[in-house]
């Protein structure tokens, strides 16, 4: 009985030490979180790429995207 005990004890410990075990989550990294248009005559299409990574360890689900 000792022993179930201990290792319950042990596996408690163990995984609140690794806080990555216990918390998976999406992580969103951007390099260039924003970027400034130069002004362009009327009707002209322009686009701009951004580079987006997700360094967590659940998958990452982009819902909106906005402008300001």
């Not at 005559?41 to 402008?67: A, S």
């Amino acid at each position: 009985m000792k022993s179930i005990y201990y290792f319950l004890v042990w596996g408690a410990v163990c995984l609140l030490c690794v806080p990555g075990l216990c918390h998976a989550e999406p992580k969103l990294v951007m390099p260039h979180r924003s970027f400034t248009f130069e002004p362009v005559p009327d009707g002209t299409v322009i686009t701009h790429d951004y580079t987006v990574k997700n360094q967590g360890d659940e998958p990452l689900e982009i819902l909106e995207i906005g402008t300001t």
